[in-house]
């Protein structure tokens, strides 16, 4: 599941930039994808220490 996830948010980004033509809009999708990385990336660490503690 968080594969798929950051794999969503990948490429929402990507097209998002491909669209995104001028120089405002791509720093405001680079800012909004480096924030939904770190989200995504906050999940992961969180299920992952679950999972640790389980154990």
């Known amino acids: 599941m968080?594969?798929?996830v950051l794999g969503v948010a990948?490429?929402?980004a990507g097209g998002a930039l491909m669209?995104?033509?001028?120089?405002?809009?791509?720093?405001?999708v680079?800012?909004?994808q480096?924030?939904?990385m770190q989200k995504a990336e906050q999940y992961i660490d969180n299920k992952l220490e679950k999972l640790e503690s389980q154990n």
């Open 2 to 4: 968080e594969k798929f």
């Open 30 to 32: 680079k800012k909004n």
């Open 19 to 28: 669209v995104a033509n001028n120089c405002k809009l791509r720093n405001l």
């Open 10 to 12: 990948l490429g929402m």
């Open 34 to 36: 480096d924030d939904l």
